[in-house]
């Protein structure tokens, strides 16, 4: 299968779009989960941090921590005020929940080993927790009571698919742009390949009517005031052509009577101009 010029501009043109589009759907995406997640990550810390505040005003007053009452209702504020925390809650270092923004939840023991390793590592973490088959990003901050013991924590939980849906509302938006623009892209590249192979065409249609020796053509002139390379050889070919005629016609002239004498068929001179040798032929004569 062989491609004309404009085939091919078109087709270079597709690859360059898709490979383009392809490469910025994906690191885009891949970029936006990392920051987004981060994002919610640092959020949802700093809304662990505000219930931990509110529990260490309790504990100053020398309330031990299993012997407060209510404070469920601040754990369920957070999950009303926020709505793409899930939970909120505090635990003692056994996992036993003592405050869940669910109060179905309360007295709980969680067993995970790795949700407990962290509960009992008295540092800031994040870590994936399954709750019911379902998937969580779990922020857990330890709490200290006044000597500075650590009795607990306080765990923040938003869903895993929450970045997922995010993510894919991204995705989605992009390919609905990316075709905006490859349709836009693939209209002007179209126009480009024409605006190309146009002018090709006609000088290639030229060359093929000098070939069989039709001379009376003529070069659009809008190709010769062009000021790109496509002007520049629309001028050479003007050039050549007209070198063509005058070439032509200067022959014709030279060569008129011996012609003549063919037309007449005079064979003998004909072989000998066949032959380059002219002047024998006159010689003879």
Known sequence: MILNIRTKIIFIIIFILLFSIITIILTTSNFFVKEYSAAVQSRTFAIAQS?????????????PLEQIVGFE???????DKYEDIS????????????????????????????????????????QDLTIK??????????????YGQHIGAVSVGFPVELITERTSKLIIYSIVVACISFIIAL?????????????IRELTDI?????????DVEINPKLKESKDEIGKLAQAFDRTIVSLKLAMKQSGIKYSSEIKGISEGD???????????????????
Request: with cysteine.
């Open 73 to 79: 209702k601040q754990c369920k504020d957070i999950t």
């Open 267 to 285: 064979l003998m001179k004909e072989c000998l101009l066949k032959k380059g040798d002219l002047n024998e032929f006159k010689q003879a004569t």
């Open 51 to 63: 219930l931990k505040l509110q529990l260490d005003r309790l504990l100053e007053l020398g309330i």
């Open 207 to 215: 060359i093929e009517n000098i070939s069989t020796g039709k001379l």
């Open 187 to 199: 209209v002007l590249g179209v126009f480009l390949s024409n605006s190309i192979s146009r002018p």
């Open 133 to 146: 088959g379902k998937s969580y990003y779990n922020i857990m901050i330890p709490i200290f009571d006044d």
């Open 87 to 126: 939970y909120a809650m505090v635990l003692n270092l056994d996992g036993r929940i003592l405050f869940h923004s669910d109060p179905s939840q309360h007295d709980k023991i969680l067993t995970d080993p790795v949700f407990l390793s962290n509960l009992k590592s008295a540092k800031e973490n994040v």
